[in-house]
């Protein structure tokens, strides 16, 4: 079965930039859509097709996929941008979700 | 907008359906999704069905095929998962969602999310 892998957790200060990845095999040949879940609440759409955002979204959010690796980056980050962030991608006729990332703003 | 219902308590073995209510968009139009999220855990892609004009089609994660089934009633605009042989590990929030398009790119691109109802299996 398909694979999305991402690091467990990521570490940023205030204002730095943050950098998620999601490894798949040919990732690059796929749309890659990407999430924010905060406890509590309903995950939000943040990043889809690669990289554009949806309306309301951050202009610090944007997306890039190639080769085997799609990333999130979040420039600037703010507290707010605590969450939980998870990839999502098609394989054939189903969907996979990558383990998910826990960003911490230190 | 969706909202689910029908979450709660259930004995290992048995069976639950949840219901999805869509309200503000064309619901035969649109495909819906099943998501869950267990405890402490990361989200995982349960199913969907299709929309009409694919005969509401539906597919499943390998974890649920067999055993969770979706259906929709037009006339309710609400979609349904039906879940049965229920084990401890379906112990989740169940969420539905619908994406913002059906074409490639859009059709993961889950927009609009039910705030979740939440299923524990347990004896």
């Known amino acids: 079965s398909y694979e999305l892998t991402q690091p467990p957790s990521v570490s940023v200060s205030p204002g730095q930039t943050a950098t998620i990845s999601c490894s798949g095999s040919?990732?690059?040949?796929?749309?890659v859509c990407w999430y924010q879940k905060k406890a509590g609440q309903s995950p939000a759409l943040v990043i889809y097709?690669?990289?554009k955002r949806p309306s309301g979204i951050p202009e610090r959010f944007s997306g890039s996929n190639s080769g085997n690796t799609a990333a999130l980056t979040i420039s600037g980050t703010q507290a707010v941008d605590e969450a939980d962030y998870y990839c999502?991608?098609?394989?054939?006729?189903?969907?996979?979700f990558g383990g998910g990332t826990k960003l911490t703003v230190l | 907008q969706l909202v689910e219902s029908g979450g709660g308590l259930v004995q290992p073995g048995g069976s639950l359906k949840l219901s999805c209510a869509a309200s503000g968009f064309s619901f035969s139009g649109s495909p819906i999704h099943w998501v869950r999220q267990a405890p402490g855990k990361g989200l995982e892609w349960v199913g969907l069905?299709?929309?009409?004009?694919?005969?509401?089609?539906?597919a499943y994660a390998a974890t649920v095929s067999g055993r969770f089934r979706i259906s929709r009633d037009e006339s309710k605009n609400t979609a349904y998962l039906q879940m049965n042989s229920l084990q401890i590990e379906d112990t989740a929030v169940y969420y539905c969602t619908r994406p913002l398009g059906v074409v490639a790119g859009t059709d993961e691109a889950f927009d609009i999310w039910g705030p979740g109802t939440l299923v524990t299996v347990s004896s």
């Open positions: 040919e990732l690059g040949n796929k749309y």
């Open positions: 999502l991608a098609w394989d054939r006729s189903t969907l996979v």
């Open positions: 069905s299709r929309n009409k004009i694919n005969r509401y089609a539906t």
């Open positions: 097709q690669d990289d």
